[in-house]
């Protein structure tokens, strides 16, 4: 029996991740971990299932950290972001694989750096398995095999909704990440240099069928992190990367951002000093979608190569109600980790990879199918 | 220690105008408030002190009243405070002014009226831009006319630079987009949608803006005080420029208007206190001016004959007052009211709002001090 921790379990991705193994793969147990144990069991608890456990940590205590993991095969990291260098720290100490959603693209950088550490201990880190970073990076692989040359990439995802929802407002997902996404500066690569942008700049409007018209603007993204040295031989110059919104909800996050209530400042609240982006992100909270909604969405992810010549997309639709955006994130982190307890579909055996590197594409595609995601190329089906 | 005014909510963004215009007329004035951190710059005047005051003790109140012995207590705190301060002012007898308490408040106000006739005493309610100077615009309109049928009024603003600054403040703000208006239509009172966009006016001075139907003392007042001459229809009208309207919008569609409160790593804090307090940070842009335009249409006959009378109040940025805005309009308006009561221009006992009994033509010289000019039919009059 292998054994997956899955930090942040309970959490909007954690939640499909533990589903997604629990299902799929009957050889594993799986511990549900957060700094809320009732949050945990309660989750742990509706699997009804001796494979499934609660465990409570504070992630910020390495010691506490590193007990809890030891002896398991794979270190899952649901987590905000930020906390990434930390837990990877703690699976060296600890020996273990590590698995993660990306560290938009800072944060991946000094990730890498890891490598020769999880070498000398033969185990492996791959970072950013969500939908993107995670599918984009994979298309990427795929991709590569098809071209001899690959000069420019463009990279997008779009959403279609058409929920009925009862909330003036929907969170996507974890507010601070998408407050770093309006405002830290963009990464690009323009004639083969990395450069950073201004944020929310390179606005283009994309016209996708079966989704409609989309604003999109470049922002800060891992795979800008790894792609142009992955792409090295094949000659790459340019690297670009857009997030895509509707305009109700870019200009209702760019007035909460433009009149102070994302700053990092403290504020005197009733006594105490309270820092202003924690009391916003916790007032958002409540727009995450409500379970009882009835969700109907799907997503794009697309990879334009050299102008067009070749385009590769993941599309997801809802699946058990949960909503397209968050399902691809989820699914290939679940794929992933089984790839490595299982160790089948990699290139290598250790060290610390974005997907692109390590990952088999037919493999990961063929385990993308079973989950209802569907990889085209050129609009023909490729799984 | 004897003082010629005690203002409540001294220390907020009206109170500290108040204080301000009253102290450049050499009065001794008495400020209460919570924190007098913003307010360092006018202590620095020997005439002003400060004292901490909670105003959801009554005792604290009245206590504060009687050590400063004012001439005129002037209310320029949060209107949930109205009805308290008065009550306050009538076991003090003490003449009070206020800066209105849209329409719910305002009309708890009223019913103290016989109470303050008994005790010899004014309660005004009302005393800033609008209510106040709307209201006595109105009433030299309406004097002028044999009937009145219709009234329209409200306010209108704008700056050069875009940026969203605080208007006045955002607790009555979220409430006047929030309440359900009632409007006074062919002589009942009619309760509307929230807040809902009633088209598009072109004003002096500040161009084509989106107008809205919120909630206002003077729908209430002027029903009451012009009701002899015919009156049937009263609309109110809110005109904000649509980068500022945009940004309140949002924070009401999020629930950052919410009296409710929530946990904050183990805190307890009121959502709108929260949202009030990040706002306050936002600084007014270098170079940044705003003009208002508060406005009346009054619609009657005189001589048998259909007559419209455009009243219009014109206010901007004034040099040396940059940090108000257009805001001058209101805390140098309640100012210049108590002052007036002060020195015996307004005689009158009980409880009434400014339409009724602020002489028109000494008020509009007071304002034209201050540079806030009237207008009639396009045509300046003080």
């Known amino acids: ?383 | 220690m004897k003082y010629d005014f005690i203002i409540f909510g001294g220390t907020g963004f009206q109170g500290s105008i108040c204080a301000r215009d009253l102290l450049e007329n050499n009065y001794k004035i008495l400020l209460v408030g919570r924190d007098k951190s913003s307010i360092s710059n006018i202590l620095k005047n020997k005439n002003a002190s400060f004292m901490k005051v909670d105003l959801t003790n009554y005792k604290e109140i009245v206590s504060a009243i009687k050590k400063s012995n004012p001439d005129v207590v002037i209310n320029c705190a949060e209107l949930v405070f109205n009805v308290q301060i008065m009550k306050a002012c009538l076991e003090t007898k003490k003449p009070v002014t206020d800066l209105g308490g849209l329409q719910k408040i305002t009309e708890q106000q009223f019913k103290f009226h016989k109470k303050f006739q008994e005790k010899e005493i004014l309660c005004l309610t009302g005393c800033g831009s609008t209510p106040g100077i709307v209201n006595v615009m109105t009433a030299y309109a309406v004097d002028k006319l044999d009937s009145v049928e219709t009234i329209k009024l409200g306010f209108a603003w704008n700056s050069n630079i875009k940026k969203f600054v605080i208007p006045y403040s955002m607790p009555s703000i979220f409430h006047e987009f929030t309440e359900d208006p009632v409007t006074f239509h062919n002589g009942k009172f009619v309760r509307e949608k929230r807040a809902r966009c009633v088209g598009e006016v072109n004003f002096k001075e500040i161009g084509k803006q989106k107008v809205y139907c919120i909630v206002h003392s003077e729908v209430y007042t002027f029903s009451k005080y012009f009701r002899n001459k015919g009156l049937k229809n009263i609309h109110y009208m809110a005109g904000f420029p649509e980068h500022s309207f945009k940004v309140i919008q949002t924070l009401i569609d999020l629930g950052f208007n919410s009296e409710e409160e929530i946990e904050v790593s183990g805190n307890k804090i009121k959502i709108v206190d929260f949202t009030n307090k990040v706002l306050k940070k936002i600084k007014q842009p270098k170079n940044y001016r705003e003009v208002e335009n508060i406005w009346a249409e009054i619609y009657g006959t005189k001589n048998g004959k259909d007559k419209l009378v455009k009243m219009n109040c014109l206010v901007r940025t004034l040099k040396g007052w940059e940090d108000a805005g257009s805001n001058i309009d209101t805390g140098r308006t309640i100012a210049l009211i108590s002052e007036m009561i002060k020195k015996g221009q307004i005689k009158d006992k009980g409880v009434y709002a400014p339409e009724a009994v602020v002489p028109q033509k000494l008020f509009f010289n007071e304002l034209a001090k201050r540079k806030m000019f009237v207008y009639e039919n396009g045509k300046r009059i003080n």
């Open chain 1, 1 to 383: 029996m292998k054994r997956i921790v899955v930090l942040g379990g309970y959490g909007i991705i954690g939640k499909i991740v533990v589903y997604d193994l629990f299902k799929t793969n009957k050889n594993c147990e799986i511990f549900v971990v957060g700094r809320n144990l009732e949050k945990a069991e309660e989750y742990a608890n509706s699997f009804n299932s001796p494979r499934v456990k609660a465990k409570k940590t504070n992630i910020q205590n390495k010691k506490e950290l590193v007990s809890l993991i030891k002896g398991s095969d794979v270190v899952v990291n649901c987590v905000q972001y930020y906390f990434n260098f930390e837990i990877m720290k703690a699976c060296l100490k600890a020996k273990t694989n590590y698995v993660d959603l990306g560290g938009l693209y800072h944060l991946t950088k000094k990730q890498l750096k890891l490598h020769r550490y999880f070498k000398k201990i033969k185990k492996l880190a791959i970072l950013g398995c969500g939908s993107s970073p995670g599918i984009t990076n994979v298309l990427v692989a795929y991709g590569s095999k098809l071209l001899k040359k690959i000069n420019e990439i463009e990279i997008f995802f779009a959403d279609k909704d058409e929920t009925k929802y009862e909330q003036k407002f929907v969170l996507p997902y974890s507010f601070k990440t998408l407050v770093d996404e309006f405002t830290l500066k963009p990464a690009v690569l323009k004639k083969g240099k990395i450069r950073f942008v201004k944020p929310m700049s390179g606005e283009k409007i994309y016209y996708i069928d079966g989704f409609g018209k989309k604003r999109a603007f470049l922002t800060l993204h891992s795979e800008l992190a790894t792609l142009p040295s992955f792409l090295k031989d094949k000659g790459i110059k340019d690297i670009e990367f857009r997030v895509t919104f509707d305009d109700d909800f870019i200009e209702k996050i760019k007035i909460l951002i433009e009149n102070g209530f994302t700053s990092k400042e403290n504020l005197n609240l009733s006594g105490q000093k309270l820092k202003i982006i924690d009391v916003t992100s916790n007032l958002m909270e409540k727009f995450i979608v409500n379970q009882k909604t009835k969700i109907k969405d799907k997503e794009i992810l697309r990879v334009i190569f050299n102008k067009g010549s070749l385009f590769l997309d993941a599309i997801t639709k809802t699946t058990r109600n949960i909503s397209a955006g968050s399902y691809n994130t989820g699914v290939p982190c679940s794929i992933i980790t089984q790839m490595i307890s299982e160790n089948k579909g990699l290139l290598k055996k250790s060290g610390v990879y974005a997907p692109e590197s390590i990952i088999n594409p037919k493999e990961f595609f063929s385990e993308l199918k079973k989950r209802g995601i569907i990889i085209l190329k050129n609009k023909k089906r490729v799984n």
